[in-house]
């Protein structure tokens, strides 16, 4: 049985490490929106040293978020099948958001 | 209570969920981290809305501001949390070959929503400062 040409190449016919990139992707972008709205709250009105410190928060888990989504999308892109993440990993990104939501919650009781 | 407990602590216990059952097919793995990552966003576009109302709306009083943008960000938070809760659920349930879970998470997060889109229509009607 022949099937179309991306099963004989050997490459997963629904694109499903592709799509799974991308949705990473997506969802940093999601993050650096989020994060650029953080901190303009924190600059908004001038510079405090709560603020500056809250903004460096800020700024640290969007990085934090951003590396392990490149993390992540490089061992999407090494080709074959990838493994599941590591639940690990998963916390990270989802702790950055939540820290995300609580220098937000702080900013929004001081301003 | 312990099931609580026991999801908790294999968010930061790799070796956990994969000493369950046996490795379900990559593509169902793949499948249930793009469902995280769509849950993700959801909790990141809630924690931008609360970024947006308190910078955005300054002419509403204190208390309408305030009180909707902690509504949305603490909606952002739950939500990003549950998202790797649900995902250790699902994983365990595919390594296992049991039924997926079912939860009221979902209509529980669009009531929260359809309540903070009625406050912000009433905030925005009768709220304003001037």
Known sequence: M?????????????LQPERTRLAWRRTTLACTVASVLAVRTTLYG???????VLCALCCACWLGFLLVAHRRIRAL??????????????????????????????????? | MIDFVRNVRSWFAPRDVRQEGTTPDYRFSLANERTFLAWLRTALALIGG????????????????????????????????????????????????EDLPVSRFPVLLSLVIAVVAVAMVVAVLTGWDG
């Not at chain 1, 001038?46 to 500056?52: C, D, E, F, I, L």
């Not at chain 2, 609360?50 to 305030?66: C, I, N």
């Not at chain 2, 960000?73 to 390594?95: D, F, N, P, Q, T």
């Open chain 1, 2 to 14: 022949s099937g179309p040409a991306a099963v004989r190449a050997g490459r997963d016919p629904g």
């Open chain 1, 46 to 52: 001038g510079v405090s040293a709560p603020g500056a």
């Open chain 1, 77 to 111: 892109s090494a080709g074959g099948a990838p493994a599941a993440p590591s639940p690990l990993h998963l916390t990270a990104a989802v702790l950055c958001t939540a820290a995300l939501a609580v220098c937000g919650a702080v900013l929004v009781l001081e301003g």
């Open chain 2, 50 to 97: 609360g970024f947006a109302v308190d910078q955005f709306l300054p002419d509403l009083r204190w208390g309408w501001r305030v009180g909707l943008a902690l509504a949305l960000l603490a909606a952002g938070a739950l939500c990003a949390l549950r998202a790797v809760s649900h995902w250790v659920r699902c994983e365990r349930a595919m390594r296992r070959g």
